[in-house]
Protein backbone atom coordinates (compact mmCIF):
# COMPACT_ATOMS: atom_id res chain seq x y z
CA UNK A 1 0.00 0.00 0.00
CA UNK A 2 1.14 3.73 -0.88
CA UNK A 3 -0.46 6.54 -0.80
CA UNK A 4 1.67 10.04 -1.41
CA UNK A 5 0.67 13.77 -0.90
CA UNK A 6 3.57 15.58 -1.46
CA UNK A 7 3.69 19.60 -2.79
CA UNK A 8 7.36 21.03 -2.89
CA UNK A 9 8.14 24.05 -5.06
CA UNK A 10 11.50 24.80 -7.21
CA UNK A 11 12.56 27.79 -8.43
CA UNK A 12 10.43 27.45 -11.77
CA UNK A 13 8.51 24.30 -11.13
CA UNK A 14 5.94 23.13 -8.56
CA UNK A 15 5.26 19.72 -7.61
CA UNK A 16 1.38 19.24 -6.33
CA UNK A 17 0.43 15.58 -6.48
CA UNK A 18 -1.03 12.99 -4.62
CA UNK A 19 -2.06 9.59 -5.01
CA UNK A 20 -2.70 5.70 -3.93
CA UNK A 21 -1.89 1.94 -4.95
CA UNK A 22 -2.02 -1.15 -3.57
CA UNK A 23 0.84 -3.84 -4.43
CA UNK A 24 1.20 -3.45 -7.69
CA UNK A 25 2.96 -1.84 -10.47
CA UNK A 26 2.37 2.14 -10.86
CA UNK A 27 3.94 3.77 -13.73
CA UNK A 28 4.14 7.54 -13.51
CA UNK A 29 3.84 8.85 -17.11
CA UNK A 30 4.63 12.41 -18.34
CA UNK A 31 7.09 14.17 -20.47
CA UNK A 32 10.50 14.93 -19.00
CA UNK A 33 10.18 17.85 -16.34
CA UNK A 34 6.93 16.93 -15.88
CA UNK A 35 7.64 16.28 -11.74
CA UNK A 36 7.85 12.26 -12.21
CA UNK A 37 11.56 11.58 -11.09
CA UNK A 38 11.12 14.40 -8.35
CA UNK A 39 8.15 12.57 -7.05
CA UNK A 40 10.17 9.17 -6.61
CA UNK A 41 13.07 11.09 -4.73
CA UNK A 42 10.14 12.45 -2.55
CA UNK A 43 9.27 9.17 -1.95
CA UNK A 44 13.15 7.53 -1.17
CA UNK A 45 13.82 10.62 1.20
CA UNK A 46 16.65 12.22 -1.41
CA UNK A 47 14.21 14.87 -1.84
CA UNK A 48 12.07 17.07 0.60
CA UNK A 49 8.38 17.75 -0.19
CA UNK A 50 7.41 21.28 1.38
CA UNK A 51 4.31 19.87 2.49
CA UNK A 52 2.03 16.43 2.34
CA UNK A 53 2.47 13.13 3.88
CA UNK A 54 3.74 9.81 2.51
CA UNK A 55 2.80 6.43 4.11
CA UNK A 56 4.23 3.18 2.74
CA UNK A 57 2.83 -0.33 3.93
CA UNK A 58 1.45 1.54 7.51
CA UNK A 59 4.87 3.49 7.98
CA UNK A 60 4.84 6.79 7.97
CA UNK A 61 8.01 7.91 5.49
CA UNK A 62 7.47 11.65 5.63
CA UNK A 63 4.41 13.65 7.47
CA UNK A 64 4.97 17.04 7.13
CA UNK A 65 2.64 17.82 9.87
CA UNK A 66 4.37 15.89 12.43
CA UNK A 67 7.76 16.63 10.95
CA UNK A 68 8.35 13.23 10.45
CA UNK A 69 10.94 11.95 7.68
CA UNK A 70 12.52 8.88 7.90
CA UNK A 71 15.93 9.28 5.94
CA UNK A 72 16.78 7.31 2.89
CA UNK A 73 18.83 4.61 4.61
CA UNK A 74 15.58 3.27 6.76
CA UNK A 75 13.03 3.50 4.06
CA UNK A 76 14.01 -0.16 3.00
CA UNK A 77 13.52 0.66 -0.66
CA UNK A 78 15.29 -0.69 -3.88
CA UNK A 79 16.01 2.60 -6.48
CA UNK A 80 17.20 1.72 -9.91
CA UNK A 81 18.41 5.21 -11.09
CA UNK A 82 18.49 6.25 -14.34
CA UNK A 83 21.46 5.61 -16.10
CA UNK A 84 21.25 2.98 -13.19
CA UNK A 85 24.48 4.78 -10.83
CA UNK A 86 26.55 1.23 -10.60
CA UNK A 87 29.59 1.74 -8.31
CA UNK A 88 32.13 1.97 -11.01
CA UNK A 89 34.79 0.77 -8.41
CA UNK A 90 33.28 -2.34 -7.47
CA UNK A 91 32.38 -5.83 -8.86
CA UNK A 92 29.04 -6.78 -10.42
CA UNK A 93 29.06 -9.05 -6.63
CA UNK A 94 30.07 -6.53 -5.07
CA UNK A 95 27.72 -4.11 -6.23
CA UNK A 96 24.56 -6.43 -5.78
CA UNK A 97 25.72 -7.03 -2.34
CA UNK A 98 26.32 -3.52 -1.56
CA UNK A 99 22.87 -2.83 0.62
CA UNK A 100 23.33 -6.28 2.61
CA UNK A 101 26.17 -4.76 4.59
CA UNK A 102 24.42 -5.30 7.88
CA UNK A 103 23.80 -9.27 7.11
CA UNK A 104 26.03 -11.86 8.35
CA UNK A 105 29.08 -12.66 5.93
CA UNK A 106 27.38 -15.99 5.19
CA UNK A 107 23.73 -14.55 4.60
CA UNK A 108 25.37 -11.74 2.57
CA UNK A 109 27.10 -14.46 0.50
CA UNK A 110 24.20 -16.29 0.04
CA UNK A 111 21.80 -13.74 -1.13
CA UNK A 112 24.27 -12.13 -3.30
CA UNK A 113 24.80 -15.45 -5.06
CA UNK A 114 21.11 -16.07 -5.17
CA UNK A 115 20.27 -13.03 -6.58
CA UNK A 116 23.27 -13.15 -9.24
CA UNK A 117 21.70 -16.86 -10.37
CA UNK A 118 18.30 -15.25 -10.82
CA UNK A 119 19.44 -12.51 -13.05
CA UNK A 120 21.65 -14.66 -15.00
CA UNK A 121 24.87 -12.42 -13.92
CA UNK A 122 26.78 -15.43 -12.12
CA UNK A 123 29.04 -15.21 -15.07
CA UNK A 124 29.84 -12.06 -14.86
CA UNK A 125 30.31 -11.63 -10.75
CA UNK A 126 33.79 -10.41 -10.83
CA UNK A 127 33.23 -7.63 -13.97
CA UNK A 128 33.24 -3.85 -13.45
CA UNK A 129 30.28 -2.17 -14.14
CA UNK A 130 32.03 -0.66 -17.20
CA UNK A 131 32.39 -4.36 -18.62
CA UNK A 132 29.02 -4.89 -19.21
CA UNK A 133 25.93 -4.36 -21.66
CA UNK A 134 23.44 -1.78 -21.08
CA UNK A 135 21.43 -4.05 -20.52
CA UNK A 136 23.28 -6.29 -18.17
CA UNK A 137 24.22 -3.42 -16.14
CA UNK A 138 20.26 -2.70 -16.31
CA UNK A 139 19.80 -6.15 -14.36
CA UNK A 140 22.70 -5.41 -11.86
CA UNK A 141 20.76 -2.20 -10.76
CA UNK A 142 17.79 -3.88 -10.55
CA UNK A 143 19.66 -7.13 -8.26
CA UNK A 144 21.18 -4.61 -6.21
CA UNK A 145 17.76 -3.18 -5.58
CA UNK A 146 16.04 -6.36 -4.95
CA UNK A 147 18.84 -7.58 -2.70
CA UNK A 148 17.98 -5.67 0.21
CA UNK A 149 14.28 -7.34 -0.22
CA UNK A 150 13.18 -3.91 -0.35
CA UNK A 151 9.72 -3.03 0.96
CA UNK A 152 9.32 -0.70 -2.51
CA UNK A 153 11.00 -0.57 -5.81
CA UNK A 154 11.40 2.23 -7.53
CA UNK A 155 12.27 2.31 -11.10
CA UNK A 156 13.39 5.52 -12.96
CA UNK A 157 13.30 5.16 -16.85
CA UNK A 158 15.08 1.66 -16.36
CA UNK A 159 15.04 0.55 -20.20
CA UNK A 160 15.24 4.33 -21.05
CA UNK A 161 19.19 3.91 -22.24
CA UNK A 162 19.14 1.01 -24.47
CA UNK A 163 18.62 0.62 -27.80
CA UNK A 164 15.26 -0.32 -29.12
CA UNK A 165 15.44 -4.00 -29.96
CA UNK A 166 17.10 -4.59 -26.68
CA UNK A 167 14.44 -2.33 -25.25
CA UNK A 168 11.54 -4.94 -26.05
CA UNK A 169 13.53 -7.79 -25.43
CA UNK A 170 14.40 -6.33 -21.63
CA UNK A 171 10.89 -4.98 -21.42
CA UNK A 172 9.28 -8.69 -21.42
CA UNK A 173 12.04 -9.78 -18.89
CA UNK A 174 11.53 -6.99 -16.24
CA UNK A 175 7.89 -7.45 -16.54
CA UNK A 176 8.81 -11.44 -15.29
CA UNK A 177 10.75 -9.94 -12.74
CA UNK A 178 7.99 -7.61 -11.01
CA UNK A 179 5.52 -10.60 -11.65
CA UNK A 180 7.53 -12.55 -9.52
CA UNK A 181 8.13 -9.98 -6.47
CA UNK A 182 4.90 -8.74 -6.30
CA UNK A 183 5.37 -6.02 -4.13
CA UNK A 184 4.34 -1.97 -4.85
CA UNK A 185 6.45 -0.76 -7.28
CA UNK A 186 6.67 2.95 -8.93
CA UNK A 187 7.84 3.30 -12.57
CA UNK A 188 8.48 6.59 -14.36
CA UNK A 189 8.59 6.61 -17.66
CA UNK A 190 7.67 9.09 -20.49
CA UNK A 191 7.16 5.70 -23.07
CA UNK A 192 3.51 5.01 -23.47
CA UNK A 193 4.23 1.32 -24.47
CA UNK A 194 6.25 0.71 -21.48
CA UNK A 195 3.91 1.81 -19.27
CA UNK A 196 1.56 -0.26 -20.78
CA UNK A 197 3.38 -3.32 -20.54
CA UNK A 198 4.55 -3.07 -17.28
CA UNK A 199 2.03 -0.97 -14.79
CA UNK A 200 -1.40 -1.83 -13.43
CA UNK A 201 -1.96 1.18 -13.02
CA UNK A 202 -0.90 4.49 -14.68
CA UNK A 203 -0.60 7.99 -12.83
CA UNK A 204 -0.29 11.06 -15.51
CA UNK A 205 1.71 13.81 -15.19
CA UNK A 206 1.97 17.36 -16.60
CA UNK A 207 3.68 20.36 -15.35
CA UNK A 208 3.90 18.76 -11.73
CA UNK A 209 0.54 18.15 -11.67
CA UNK A 210 -1.22 15.05 -11.63
CA UNK A 211 -4.49 14.79 -14.89
CA UNK A 212 -5.65 11.74 -14.40
CA UNK A 213 -5.05 8.15 -12.57
CA UNK A 214 -6.33 5.02 -13.14
CA UNK A 215 -5.89 1.51 -14.41
CA UNK A 216 -4.35 0.86 -17.61
CA UNK A 217 -7.22 -0.70 -18.79
CA UNK A 218 -9.31 2.34 -18.54
CA UNK A 219 -6.79 5.14 -19.86
CA UNK A 220 -6.90 4.40 -23.79
CA UNK A 221 -11.11 3.99 -23.68
CA UNK A 222 -11.41 6.86 -21.43
CA UNK A 223 -9.11 9.55 -20.96
CA UNK A 224 -10.49 11.97 -18.12
CA UNK A 225 -9.59 15.16 -20.41
CA UNK A 226 -8.31 16.38 -24.14
CA UNK A 227 -4.93 17.08 -22.37
CA UNK A 228 -4.99 13.10 -21.11
CA UNK A 229 -5.80 12.31 -24.85
CA UNK A 230 -3.07 14.27 -26.00
CA UNK A 231 -0.17 13.00 -23.48
CA UNK A 232 -1.08 9.70 -24.52
CA UNK A 233 -0.39 10.13 -28.28
CA UNK A 234 -4.28 9.60 -28.84
CA UNK A 235 -4.81 10.47 -32.64
CA UNK A 236 -7.92 12.00 -33.68
CA UNK A 237 -9.11 14.33 -31.09
CA UNK A 238 -11.54 16.68 -32.57
CA UNK A 239 -13.69 19.74 -31.48
CA UNK A 240 -17.37 19.65 -31.43
CA UNK A 241 -20.26 21.22 -30.60
CA UNK A 242 -23.34 19.88 -28.11
CA UNK A 243 -26.36 19.05 -29.71
CA UNK A 244 -28.05 17.19 -26.79
CA UNK A 245 -26.62 15.23 -24.37
CA UNK A 246 -28.82 12.68 -22.17
CA UNK A 247 -27.08 9.67 -19.75
CA UNK A 248 -26.89 7.40 -22.28
CA UNK A 249 -26.44 9.17 -25.43
CA UNK A 250 -24.48 12.62 -26.58
CA UNK A 251 -25.03 14.34 -29.72
CA UNK A 252 -22.16 16.06 -31.34
CA UNK A 253 -22.39 18.57 -33.97
CA UNK A 254 -18.63 18.00 -36.14
CA UNK A 255 -18.11 19.30 -39.52
CA UNK A 256 -21.66 19.68 -40.28
CA UNK A 257 -22.77 16.17 -39.01
CA UNK A 258 -24.64 15.54 -36.16
CA UNK A 259 -23.31 12.39 -34.18
CA UNK A 260 -24.03 10.02 -32.29
CA UNK A 261 -22.05 9.00 -29.40
CA UNK A 262 -22.51 6.48 -25.79
CA UNK A 263 -22.18 8.89 -22.31
CA UNK A 264 -20.13 6.62 -20.31
CA UNK A 265 -22.59 5.68 -18.06
CA UNK A 266 -20.08 6.13 -14.94
CA UNK A 267 -19.00 9.68 -15.85
CA UNK A 268 -22.79 11.09 -16.03
CA UNK A 269 -21.22 13.89 -18.04
CA UNK A 270 -24.33 16.40 -19.04
CA UNK A 271 -22.87 19.71 -20.75
CA UNK A 272 -25.47 21.87 -22.21
CA UNK A 273 -26.45 22.14 -26.16
CA UNK A 274 -23.32 24.35 -27.28
CA UNK A 275 -20.82 23.68 -25.35
CA UNK A 276 -17.96 22.96 -26.76
CA UNK A 277 -16.75 19.65 -26.42
CA UNK A 278 -12.99 17.45 -27.83
CA UNK A 279 -13.80 13.88 -28.17
CA UNK A 280 -12.21 11.23 -30.11
CA UNK A 281 -12.16 8.04 -32.17
CA UNK A 282 -9.09 5.74 -32.75
CA UNK A 283 -7.80 5.29 -36.07
CA UNK A 284 -8.52 1.92 -36.38
CA UNK A 285 -11.95 1.85 -35.31
CA UNK A 286 -13.20 4.06 -38.42
CA UNK A 287 -15.08 2.22 -40.54
CA UNK A 288 -14.80 2.04 -44.53
CA UNK A 289 -18.33 0.63 -45.71
CA UNK A 290 -17.43 -2.29 -48.53
CA UNK A 291 -19.24 -0.85 -51.55
CA UNK A 292 -19.58 -4.25 -52.86
CA UNK A 293 -21.09 -5.65 -49.70
CA UNK A 294 -24.35 -2.70 -48.80
CA UNK A 295 -25.45 -2.97 -44.95
CA UNK A 296 -28.84 -5.05 -44.28
CA UNK A 297 -31.15 -1.73 -43.35
CA UNK A 298 -30.24 1.92 -44.60
CA UNK A 299 -29.32 2.34 -40.74
CA UNK A 300 -27.23 -0.10 -40.23
CA UNK A 301 -24.19 2.11 -40.57
CA UNK A 302 -24.10 4.76 -37.88
CA UNK A 303 -22.46 8.23 -38.32
CA UNK A 304 -22.00 7.96 -41.76
CA UNK A 305 -19.66 9.99 -43.51
CA UNK A 306 -18.30 10.30 -47.12
CA UNK A 307 -15.05 11.82 -48.23
CA UNK A 308 -11.87 11.04 -50.11
CA UNK A 309 -8.35 9.45 -49.67
CA UNK A 310 -5.53 12.35 -49.66
CA UNK A 311 -2.95 10.74 -48.28
CA UNK A 312 -1.67 7.17 -46.64
CA UNK A 313 1.33 6.32 -45.09
CA UNK A 314 2.60 3.04 -44.86
CA UNK A 315 2.96 1.41 -41.63
CA UNK A 316 4.32 -2.00 -42.69
CA UNK A 317 1.67 -4.19 -40.84
CA UNK A 318 -1.30 -1.38 -41.30
CA UNK A 319 -1.80 1.36 -43.94
CA UNK A 320 -2.74 4.55 -42.40
CA UNK A 321 -5.18 6.53 -44.69
CA UNK A 322 -5.78 10.11 -44.35
CA UNK A 323 -9.52 11.34 -45.35
CA UNK A 324 -10.81 14.38 -45.73
CA UNK A 325 -14.85 14.39 -45.61
CA UNK A 326 -17.14 16.54 -48.44
CA UNK A 327 -18.28 19.28 -46.58
CA UNK A 328 -17.38 22.56 -47.14
CA UNK A 329 -15.38 24.06 -44.36
CA UNK A 330 -11.85 24.26 -43.26
CA UNK A 331 -10.70 20.28 -42.62
CA UNK A 332 -9.88 19.48 -39.02
CA UNK A 333 -6.51 18.19 -38.83
CA UNK A 334 -4.93 20.17 -41.34
CA UNK A 335 -5.36 18.96 -44.89
CA UNK A 336 -7.62 16.06 -43.58
CA UNK A 337 -10.12 15.26 -41.16
CA UNK A 338 -10.12 12.07 -40.15
CA UNK A 339 -7.08 9.31 -39.76
CA UNK A 340 -8.17 5.81 -40.88
CA UNK A 341 -5.63 2.71 -39.82
CA UNK A 342 -6.74 -0.65 -42.14
CA UNK A 343 -4.54 -4.17 -42.25
CA UNK A 344 -2.49 -4.52 -45.07
CA UNK A 345 -4.78 -7.32 -46.15
CA UNK A 346 -8.01 -5.07 -46.31
CA UNK A 347 -5.81 -2.33 -48.19
CA UNK A 348 -4.79 -4.40 -50.93
CA UNK A 349 -8.50 -6.12 -51.38
CA UNK A 350 -10.30 -3.47 -51.32
CA UNK A 351 -7.85 -1.95 -53.43
CA UNK A 352 -7.38 1.76 -51.71
CA UNK A 353 -4.07 2.20 -53.88
CA UNK A 354 -6.75 3.21 -56.73
CA UNK A 355 -10.08 3.69 -55.03
CA UNK A 356 -10.23 7.15 -53.47
CA UNK A 357 -13.55 7.86 -52.41
CA UNK A 358 -14.88 6.15 -49.18
CA UNK A 359 -18.23 6.59 -47.25
CA UNK A 360 -17.23 5.73 -43.62
CA UNK A 361 -19.00 5.29 -40.44
CA UNK A 362 -17.83 5.11 -36.71
CA UNK A 363 -20.11 2.90 -34.09
CA UNK A 364 -21.57 5.19 -31.72
CA UNK A 365 -19.36 3.08 -28.98
CA UNK A 366 -16.20 4.22 -30.42
CA UNK A 367 -16.94 7.80 -30.10
CA UNK A 368 -14.94 8.82 -26.86
CA UNK A 369 -16.50 12.43 -25.85
CA UNK A 370 -13.74 14.19 -23.36
CA UNK A 371 -14.70 16.32 -20.57
CA UNK A 372 -12.57 19.57 -20.71
CA UNK A 373 -10.07 19.87 -18.60
CA UNK B 1 76.42 19.66 7.63
CA UNK B 2 74.02 19.11 10.38
CA UNK B 3 71.29 16.41 9.33
CA UNK B 4 68.98 18.15 11.99
CA UNK B 5 66.89 20.73 9.64
CA UNK B 6 66.26 17.84 7.31
CA UNK B 7 64.99 15.38 9.73
CA UNK B 8 62.95 17.89 11.70
CA UNK B 9 61.30 19.50 8.53
CA UNK B 10 60.71 15.74 7.48
CA UNK B 11 59.13 15.13 11.10
CA UNK B 12 57.12 18.79 10.49
CA UNK B 13 55.35 18.26 7.51
CA UNK B 14 54.46 14.39 7.99
CA UNK B 15 52.83 15.69 11.26
CA UNK B 16 51.51 18.86 9.99
CA UNK B 17 50.36 16.59 6.65
CA UNK B 18 48.36 14.25 9.15
CA UNK B 19 46.60 17.41 10.87
CA UNK B 20 45.94 18.56 7.38
CA UNK B 21 44.08 15.55 6.42
CA UNK B 22 42.15 15.18 9.39
CA UNK B 23 41.07 19.25 9.11
CA UNK B 24 40.65 19.49 5.75
CA UNK B 25 39.04 16.07 4.39
CA UNK B 26 35.98 17.26 6.57
CA UNK B 27 35.82 20.71 5.39
CA UNK B 28 36.53 19.63 1.72
CA UNK B 29 33.40 17.07 2.27
CA UNK B 30 30.91 19.84 3.74
CA UNK B 31 32.15 22.11 0.79
CA UNK B 32 31.31 19.90 -2.29
CA UNK B 33 28.00 17.73 -0.42
CA UNK B 34 26.43 20.76 1.62
CA UNK B 35 24.91 24.16 0.72
CA UNK B 36 24.58 26.67 3.50
CA UNK B 37 24.65 30.11 4.39
CA UNK B 38 28.06 31.64 4.03
CA UNK B 39 29.47 28.79 2.19
CA UNK B 40 31.60 31.17 -0.04
CA UNK B 41 32.63 32.51 2.98
CA UNK B 42 34.34 29.66 3.98
CA UNK B 43 35.33 28.52 0.81
CA UNK B 44 36.97 31.85 0.20
CA UNK B 45 38.78 31.62 3.92
CA UNK B 46 39.77 28.23 3.46
CA UNK B 47 42.21 29.68 0.54
CA UNK B 48 42.87 33.42 1.97
CA UNK B 49 46.32 31.56 2.99
CA UNK B 50 47.38 30.81 0.04
CA UNK B 51 47.04 34.67 -0.56
CA UNK B 52 48.04 36.55 2.19
CA UNK B 53 51.69 37.28 3.10
CA UNK B 54 53.05 34.64 5.65
CA UNK B 55 54.21 37.34 7.97
CA UNK B 56 50.26 38.15 8.17
CA UNK B 57 49.60 34.53 8.72
CA UNK B 58 52.38 34.25 11.59
CA UNK B 59 51.10 36.84 12.89
CA UNK B 60 47.74 35.74 13.88
CA UNK B 61 48.37 32.61 14.37
CA UNK B 62 51.54 34.08 17.24
CA UNK B 63 48.11 36.37 18.17
CA UNK B 64 46.37 33.07 18.52
CA UNK B 65 48.72 30.37 20.40
CA UNK B 66 51.30 32.58 22.01
CA UNK B 67 51.30 32.78 25.85
CA UNK B 68 48.84 35.11 25.91
CA UNK B 69 46.43 34.28 23.24
CA UNK B 70 43.33 32.27 23.97
CA UNK B 71 44.80 29.11 22.62
CA UNK B 72 48.39 29.69 24.33
CA UNK B 73 46.81 30.58 27.80
CA UNK B 74 44.21 27.59 28.08
CA UNK B 75 47.24 24.91 26.59
CA UNK B 76 49.32 27.13 29.26
CA UNK B 77 47.00 25.77 31.71
CA UNK B 78 47.44 22.58 31.23
CA UNK B 79 51.90 22.97 31.42
CA UNK B 80 51.62 22.53 27.14
CA UNK B 81 53.96 25.24 25.45
CA UNK B 82 53.12 25.87 21.63
CA UNK B 83 54.71 29.17 20.09
CA UNK B 84 58.57 28.32 19.30
CA UNK B 85 58.68 24.77 19.90
CA UNK B 86 58.19 21.96 17.02
CA UNK B 87 54.72 21.87 17.61
CA UNK B 88 54.17 25.29 16.62
CA UNK B 89 56.53 24.84 13.62
CA UNK B 90 53.62 21.71 12.72
CA UNK B 91 50.63 24.40 13.09
CA UNK B 92 52.49 26.49 10.94
CA UNK B 93 52.72 23.82 8.19
CA UNK B 94 49.39 23.36 8.46
CA UNK B 95 48.09 26.92 7.74
CA UNK B 96 50.08 27.37 5.01
CA UNK B 97 49.39 23.70 3.70
CA UNK B 98 45.56 23.29 4.46
CA UNK B 99 44.22 25.48 1.30
CA UNK B 100 45.66 23.01 -1.09
CA UNK B 101 44.61 20.08 0.25
CA UNK B 102 40.98 21.06 0.79
CA UNK B 103 40.67 22.58 -3.15
CA UNK B 104 42.20 19.33 -4.65
CA UNK B 105 39.95 17.14 -1.93
CA UNK B 106 36.67 19.31 -2.61
CA UNK B 107 37.45 18.92 -6.54
CA UNK B 108 37.59 15.52 -6.64
CA UNK B 109 34.23 14.85 -4.09
CA UNK B 110 32.45 17.15 -5.86
CA UNK B 111 33.57 14.96 -9.35
CA UNK B 112 31.89 11.83 -8.20
CA UNK B 113 28.57 11.53 -9.09
CA UNK B 114 25.99 12.01 -6.64
CA UNK B 115 23.45 9.62 -7.57
CA UNK B 116 26.26 7.29 -6.76
CA UNK B 117 25.85 8.36 -2.93
CA UNK B 118 22.15 8.43 -3.27
CA UNK B 119 21.88 4.88 -4.03
CA UNK B 120 24.17 4.22 -1.31
CA UNK B 121 22.00 5.97 0.89
CA UNK B 122 18.89 4.27 -0.06
CA UNK B 123 21.01 0.99 0.29
CA UNK B 124 20.93 1.21 3.54
CA UNK B 125 24.39 3.06 4.39
CA UNK B 126 25.06 6.02 6.64
CA UNK B 127 26.84 8.89 5.45
CA UNK B 128 30.26 8.05 7.00
CA UNK B 129 29.93 4.55 5.46
CA UNK B 130 29.12 6.38 2.13
CA UNK B 131 32.17 8.80 2.33
CA UNK B 132 34.44 5.41 3.09
CA UNK B 133 32.98 3.38 0.76
CA UNK B 134 32.39 5.10 -2.23
CA UNK B 135 32.80 9.07 -2.45
CA UNK B 136 36.89 8.29 -1.14
CA UNK B 137 37.66 5.61 -3.15
CA UNK B 138 36.49 7.38 -6.44
CA UNK B 139 37.85 10.41 -5.72
CA UNK B 140 41.60 9.20 -3.81
CA UNK B 141 43.85 10.41 -6.73
CA UNK B 142 42.90 13.63 -6.81
CA UNK B 143 43.12 13.26 -2.56
CA UNK B 144 46.20 11.93 -2.97
CA UNK B 145 47.50 14.72 -5.01
CA UNK B 146 46.22 17.16 -2.67
CA UNK B 147 47.83 15.53 0.16
CA UNK B 148 51.52 14.74 -1.98
CA UNK B 149 50.73 19.16 -2.85
CA UNK B 150 50.51 19.97 0.72
CA UNK B 151 53.01 17.58 2.11
CA UNK B 152 55.89 19.82 0.01
CA UNK B 153 54.26 22.86 0.55
CA UNK B 154 54.92 22.12 4.02
CA UNK B 155 58.03 21.41 3.62
CA UNK B 156 58.63 24.76 2.38
CA UNK B 157 57.12 26.98 4.78
CA UNK B 158 59.18 30.17 5.81
CA UNK B 159 57.53 32.49 6.37
CA UNK B 160 54.76 31.21 9.20
CA UNK B 161 57.25 28.92 10.94
CA UNK B 162 59.77 32.12 11.29
CA UNK B 163 56.82 34.29 12.95
CA UNK B 164 55.77 31.72 15.05
CA UNK B 165 58.42 29.01 16.08
CA UNK B 166 61.40 30.86 15.44
CA UNK B 167 64.78 30.06 14.21
CA UNK B 168 66.25 28.14 17.36
CA UNK B 169 68.99 25.93 15.88
CA UNK B 170 68.48 22.34 17.07
CA UNK B 171 65.09 22.75 18.36
CA UNK B 172 63.14 24.55 15.22
CA UNK B 173 65.36 25.10 12.86
CA UNK B 174 63.92 23.62 9.58
CA UNK B 175 65.07 23.24 6.46
CA UNK B 176 64.17 26.23 4.62
CA UNK B 177 65.28 28.47 7.83
CA UNK B 178 68.32 26.98 8.21
CA UNK B 179 69.17 27.23 4.12
CA UNK B 180 68.62 31.00 5.38
CA UNK B 181 71.12 31.22 8.27
CA UNK B 182 73.78 29.21 5.87
CA UNK B 183 73.41 32.13 3.22
CA UNK B 184 73.53 34.62 6.11
CA UNK B 185 76.09 33.19 7.42
CA UNK B 186 78.07 32.61 3.62
CA UNK B 187 78.33 29.26 4.21
CA UNK B 188 77.34 28.77 0.41
CA UNK B 189 78.28 24.95 0.44
CA UNK B 190 76.08 23.99 2.86
CA UNK B 191 73.11 26.19 1.67
CA UNK B 192 73.64 24.29 -1.66
CA UNK B 193 73.81 20.74 -0.15
CA UNK B 194 70.11 21.63 1.66
CA UNK B 195 69.12 23.61 -1.47
CA UNK B 196 69.41 19.74 -3.50
CA UNK B 197 67.95 17.60 -1.10
CA UNK B 198 64.94 20.17 -1.05
CA UNK B 199 64.55 19.74 -4.52
CA UNK B 200 65.06 16.13 -5.11
CA UNK B 201 62.24 15.78 -2.18
CA UNK B 202 59.93 17.60 -3.85
CA UNK B 203 60.93 16.26 -7.78
CA UNK B 204 60.71 12.84 -6.61
CA UNK B 205 57.20 13.28 -4.89
CA UNK B 206 55.53 14.08 -7.81
CA UNK B 207 56.83 11.99 -10.59
CA UNK B 208 56.10 9.19 -7.56
CA UNK B 209 52.60 11.34 -8.28
CA UNK B 210 51.83 11.25 -11.52
CA UNK B 211 53.09 7.99 -11.77
CA UNK B 212 50.55 6.75 -9.52
CA UNK B 213 47.62 8.96 -11.44
CA UNK B 214 48.25 6.53 -13.92
CA UNK B 215 47.57 3.53 -12.19
CA UNK B 216 43.41 1.98 -12.86
CA UNK B 217 42.40 0.33 -9.26
Known amino acids: MLSLSIYKELPGFTLDAAWEAGDEVVALFGASGAGKTLTLQCLAGLA ?93 A ?24 LRRQLRAELMGVLR ?36 KSELLLRPASELVARLLGIRNILQGTVVKATPEIIELSWRGYVLEAINSPTRGYLPSPGTPVAFFIRPEYVRLIRKDRPGPDPGHHMNRMEGSVVREVDQGTNWTLLVRLDHAGEPA ?14 YEMLEIARDRRWAISMHRGSIQVLPAA | MDPFPVLLSFQVSLVATLLTLLLGLPVAWVLARRRFPGHDLVEAAVVLPLVLPPTVLGYYLLVVIGARGPVGQLLG ?10 RAAVLAACVGSVALLVKAAQAGFESVDRRLEQAARTLGRSEWNIFWSITLPLSWRAVFAGTVL ?52 ALLFLLGLGRLARLRF
Open chain 1, 333 to 346: QGDYDLEIEVPKLV
Open chain 2, 77 to 86: ALGIELAFTW
Open chain 2, 150 to 201: AFCRALGDFGITLMVAGSIPGLTQTMPLAIYDYVQANQMREANLLSLVAVAT
Open chain 1, 48 to 140: RPDRGRIVVNDTVFFDAATGTSIPSRRRRLGYVFQGYALFPHLSVAENVAYGLHDRGREERRRRTAEMLDRLGLTALAERRPRELSGGQQQRV
Open chain 1, 180 to 215: EWGKATVLVTHDLAEAFQLADRVVIYDEGRIVQVAP
Open chain 1, 142 to 165: LGRALAVDPELLLLDEPLSALDAP
